[in-house]
């Protein structure tokens, strides 16, 4: 029988959740994780290595006899951390350097998806001010304007605000303008392993910091899965049209693409259109995916770390839903506040249905639970339907307080397709007169 030595590297909610998941899989034996966090300390032994370290985590991995290295975070991929770790021999989920030019550059992205005619909006990239306004003007209101390089999920601006619009622009320098896609937004994961992929379950976040889908973009307030309003031939289309196509212009580029490609999608009204493509799992949105997986993660992801998908089995989900709601500290998205005492995560404990996903914690000098960052934490629920998780996730949450906290209340209340930022793009009274 496998047996897997598993090592997760990063610090947040992501992290947290692929260590419970792993911790979960019966073929995984040990989980470690560098530098993890007070959540994922529960599950895997924790070890004081940075992520943005690629020698120093091959050197980690190498003297714990690691089997498999899960890189967690989008900075280290970027940074050429799985470079690192393959050199050593060691199996790793997670694109090279090159490869994860999918996520950190939306220009790069942008040229990969037209080689590949891969459905997405129109756009153009702009080296100056100047060009922004006329991508502005041409491609028209409601203006997307996203910064080329990564920015943690918080450097797009949609806007029908021209002025705000051209702001961003003159603040990022190197942009990509879109046209502005309608319709609800899916994230679908895919594991791949540089020929083939597998899909889990789409999910859809919360991007939006206030009720409504009203207010900045954050990294994410909440998400759930599965979508009973999506089409039923979302995923085969999207793995037909989107992912495959993109494998084999990567692979013919000659840096074939292993690890989670997440594609970003709207669903318009002319079908399927991708936003975005991340190289590695979202934040929460992955969340409630893995909280329904039914099959082993280690096994899934060694095998597409070794180029061997064709090997396993598909990935398996149990019935039933999951919603994660996030707690934000005080300040979020534009600040974020630290060292807040939080209470009652160990009252869920004994919950089979609840799990808290530690994002940014710490423990004080004197042991105590406090904030570290701006989305704090999540709770996570599974149930029945989405509704039965999502009253769990909120009881979850009346349980939990800190100074400050704020949380959305509408995290999955209308599992519909919410369009996040509708409201915000609403013409004014002013404007309508």
């Not at 064709?310 to 989900?317: E, G």
């Not at 005080?330 to 009252?347: K, Q």
């Not at 004994?350 to 709770?379: I, K, M, Q, Y």
Request: proline share 7%; hydrophobic share 45%; charged share 20%.
């Amino acid at each position: 029988m496998l047996h897997v030595k598993t090592l997760v590297i990063g610090t947040g909610g992501r992290e947290h959740a692929l260590a419970l998941a792993l911790s979960r899989d019966p073929l995984v034996t040990e989980v470690h994780a560098a530098p993890g966090n007070p959540g994922i300390a529960g599950v895997a032994t924790l070890h004081p290595v940075a992520p943005m370290d690629g020698e120093a985590v091959a050197d980690l991995a190498e003297r714990l006899g690691i089997d498999l290295v899960v890189v967690g975070p989008e900075a280290p991929l970027v940074a050429g951390v799985a470079d690192a770790v393959t050199e050593r021999g060691i199996a790793c989920f997670g694109p090279s350097r090159e490869a994860a030019r999918l996520e950190g550059s939306k220009a790069f992205s942008k040229e990969v998806m037209a080689a590949a005619e891969v459905p997405t909006a129109r756009s153009r990239v702009c080296e100056s001010p100047e060009e922004a306004a006329a991508a502005l003007d041409e491609l028209g209101a409601p203006y997307v304007v996203k910064d080329d390089a990564l920015a943690a999920g918080k450097g797009v601006v949609v806007t029908n605000d021209r002025a705000e619009a051209l702001a961003h622009a003159a603040a990022c320098g190197r942009v990509v303008v879109e046209e502005f896609l309608d319709g609800p937004e899916v994230s679908l994961f895919a594991v791949c392993d540089g020929g083939i992929a597998q899909p889990l379950q789409p999910a859809q976040d919360f991007k939006r910091i206030f009720d409504g889908g009203l207010g900045p973009n954050t990294g994410g307030m909440g998400a759930y899965s599965p979508l009973p309003w999506a089409p039923a031939d979302l995923v085969p289309t999207v793995m037909a049209e989107v992912v495959q196509p993109t494998l084999d212009e990567m692979a013919r580029r000659g840096t074939p693409f292993r690890g989670c490609l997440y594609v970003g999608l709207a669903l318009t009204s002319a079908g399927p259109r991708v936003i975005e493509f991340n190289c590695r799992f979202g934040d929460p949105d992955v969340q409630p995916v893995l909280a329904l997986l039914d099959s082993g993660l280690g096994e899934l992801l060694l095998a597409a770390a070794r180029g061997e998908l064709d090997r396993v089995p598909a990935p398996r989900f149990r019935e039933g839903a999951s919603v994660s709601v996030v707690m934000a500290s005080a300040g979020y998205p534009e600040s974020s506040s630290s060292g807040d005492v939080i209470v009652g995560t160990e009252t869920l404990d004994a919950d089979p249905d609840v799990d808290v996903v530690h994002a940014g914690t710490a423990r004080s000098e004197s042991g105590e639970l406090v904030t570290a960052g701006g989305r704090v934490l999540a709770v996570r629920a599974v149930g029945a339907d989405v509704a039965d998780a999502r009253a769990k996730a909120f009881e979850g949450i009346s349980a939990i307080s800190f100074p400050g906290a704020q949380w959305r209340r509408d995290i999955a209340a209308e599992p519909l397709g919410v369009v996040e930022g509708a409201a915000a793009l609403a013409p004014t009274d002013e404007e309508n007169r």
